[in-house]
C-alpha cells in the first residue's frame, strides 16, 4: 500500500482521497504517538483550516479523532499554516493539525501535523502515525476521559501580535496590493499589513469555500500584476491557499520569485549582522543567479533537496537565520517553524521603507539565468536516472556549462518522471542541452 504522508502531510481529493474516515482515524493515531508524559493536565491539540468547503468536514472529522483518545481539541477556525503551527507551541498543546491542500485547487485537501513547539514531524514519526492509522483503534477512554472541543477566541490576535513583530519599521507610506487567493490569508493579511502601516489594497480576499486558488494567488499572478500597475503601487504580495507563500511584483508589474527575496532579505540581515554564519539555505531548484548573488556579497548558500522540510532541517543542524525556496516558502527561524507567506511580506516592506529603496532596485543583484525544464516519462525513474549513459550526458554538459550554467537532473518525487533543469546564459543554450540529455534519458527507457 502507498505511503499516506508525502512531502507535505497526507493529501488528496477530499472525501474521495482525503475522507472523513481518513481524517478521523489521523486525528486519533497523532494523538496515539504525540503523547507527553505529563500525567497533570490534559492534553490538547491546536486544530486549524483554510476556508475549502470540505475543511468544515475534515474538521470535524480530526476533533472527533482528537477527542476519542482523550485530547481536547482547541479549534482556531480559519489561519494560515504558520498560524496554526505558531499557536501549537503558544498554546502549549501536544501537537497540531492543519486542514489543507496550500496551492492546490480547491476540490484537493490536506492534513499536516505538527508536533510539539510547532514543529514538522520527521518521517519515522509519520511512519509510525501511518501504522497506528492502519491498525485501526485501541481501547478508548469514556466518560469524563472523552476530550472536548473549545473555540480558541484569541487566536487570529495572538498569531498577528506575533507576526507584526517581524516589521523592523514602519511602512507608511507604501502601498501594497495583497492577493489573498481566496485563502486563509484572506482576514489575516490586510490586517498584519495595515497594522504596520502600510496602505493595504486587497483582492481575491472574500472566500467562499470553493474559489480558493481559483486564478489567483502565488500561482496565478497576472491580476496582481496589472493592479499593481493601475493604482500605481509600490508593490504586490501573492499568497497561496494557506499563506505560507510570498512571492512579489515590483511596481512595474514585474514578478520577484522567491529567490529574488530571499536575496534581498539575506542581504539586509547581513548588512545587519543577523545572518548567522553568513549563510543562506536554500533548494536545487534555486537558480543559479541566487547562487551568484550570494557569492558577491561574501554570503553562502547552503544547498537541501527540494521541499521546506529539507530546508527547515538544514535551518535547524547549523542555526542558521534563513532559507527557503524559489516557490516562495520563506522561513526566518526567529518567527517560525515553518514558512510564512505574511511575516516574509513584513519584512520585504521593511526592507523598502528603511532603505526607501523600490522593490526592483533592491532586487537587482538577483541576476536570473534562462531556465529550461523538460519532464521526460519513463517506467522507472530511478533505474534510468542512474543509467552510466545519462550520467556522462549530465557530466559532459556540466563541462560545457562550466561556471556560467548548470545541469539538475532528478526524478520526480510523486511521478514517473525525470526532470532535466538546465541554467545557462542564454535561453537557447539552456534548451538545447536540456534536449539534449532528455533525449538521453528517454533512450534508456
Same mark, same amino acid.
Given at each position: 500500500? $502507498? ?21 478521523? $482515524? ?85 492534513? #499536516? ?15 509510525r502515525i501511518e501504522e ?32 507584526? #513583530? ?36 486587497a483582492i481575491h480576499a ?186 556522462? $550526458? ?39 542541452? $536540456? ?9 534508456q527507457d
Amino acid at each position: 500500500m $502507498a505511503r499516506l504522508f508525502g512531502t507535505d502531510g497526507v493529501r488528496g481529493v477530499a472525501n474521495q482521497d482525503l475522507t472523513a474516515e481518513l481524517a478521523m $482515524a489521523l486525528g486519533a493515531a497523532a494523538a496515539r504517538r504525540l503523547l507527553r508524559t505529563d500525567e497533570t493536565r490534559r492534553r490538547v491539540a491546536v486544530v486549524g483550516r483554510d476556508p475549502r468547503a470540505s475543511g468544515e468536514m475534515l474538521e470535524a472529522a480530526v476533533i472527533a479523532g482528537v477527542a476519542s483518545e482523550g485530547v481536547d481539541a482547541l479549534r482556531v477556525g480559519v489561519l494560515p499554516t504558520p498560524a496554526v503551527a505558531y499557536l501549537t507551541s503558544a498554546y502549549d498543546a501536544d501537537f497540531g493539525v492543519m486542514i489543507s491542500a496550500s496551492h492546490n485547487p480547491m476540490p484537493d485537501n490536506g492534513i #499536516k501535523i505538527f508536533g510539539p513547539g510547532g514543529h514538522k514531524l520527521d518521517d519515522s514519526t509519520e511512519d509510525r502515525i501511518e501504522e497506528l492509522v492502519r491498525q485501526g483503534p485501541g481501547a478508548r477512554p469514556t466518560g469524563a476521559g472523552i476530550g472536548r472541543a473549545v473555540d480558541a477566541d484569541d487566536a487570529l490576535e495572538r498569531y498577528l501580535r506575533h507576526a507584526g #513583530k517581524a516589521a523592523t519599521a514602519r511602512l507608511d507610506g507604501l502601498t501594497v496590493v495583497v492577493d489573498c487567493a481566496h485563502g486563509a490569508a484572506s482576514a489575516a493579511a490586510p490586517r498584519a499589513y495595515r497594522a504596520a502601516g502600510a496602505n493595504v489594497i486587497a483582492i481575491h480576499a472574500e472566500p467562499n469555500g470553493l474559489n480558493i486558488n481559483d486564478g489567483c494567488g502565488s500561482t496565478h499572478m497576472q491580476t496582481l500584476r496589472s493592479t499593481v500597475v493601475s493604482y500605481g503601487a509600490d508593490l504586490g504580495l501573492a499568497h497561496d491557499g494557506d499563506a505560507d507563500r510570498c512571492l512579489a511584483v515590483d511596481s512595474h508589474g514585474r514578478i520577484i520569485d522567491g529567490d529574488a527575496i530571499m536575496v534581498v532579505l539575506a542581504l539586509a540581515m547581513h548588512e545587519a549582522g543577523e545572518l548567522a554564519a553568513d549563510t543562506l539555505v536554500a533548494t536545487v531548484m534555486s537558480n543559479l543567479g541566487l547562487h551568484q548573488a550570494m557569492r558577491s556579497a561574501g554570503i553562502e548558500v547552503r544547498t537541501t533537496g527540494v521541499g521546506d522540510r529539507y530546508v527547515l532541517e538544514e535551518l535547524r543542524a547549523g542555526a542558521y537565520s534563513i532559507g527557503g525556496e524559489q516557490s516562495g516558502h520563506l522561513v526566518i527561524p526567529a518567527f517560525g517553524t515553518t514558512g510564512d507567506g505574511i511575516v516574509t511580506g513584513l519584512r520585504l516592506m521593511s526592507r523598502m521603507a528603511q532603505t526607501r529603496r523600490s522593490l526592483a532596485d533592491l532586487a537587482e543583484p538577483m541576476q536570473t539565468l534562462p531556465q529550461v525544464l523538460i519532464n521526460v516519462e519513463v517506467s522507472d525513474k530511478s533505474t534510468v536516472a542512474d543509467a552510466p549513459s545519462v550520467r556522462d $550526458a549530465v557530466a559532459q554538459v556540466q563541462a560545457e556549462l562550466g561556471d556560467s550554467g548548470r545541469i539538475l537532473l532528478r526524478p520526480s518525487g510523486t511521478e514517473q518522471l525525470v526532470r532535466v533543469m538546465v541554467e545557462a546564459a542564454d535561453e537557447d543554450t539552456a534548451r538545447q542541452m $536540456a534536449v539534449r540529455v532528455a533525449e538521453s534519458v528517454s533512450a534508456q527507457d
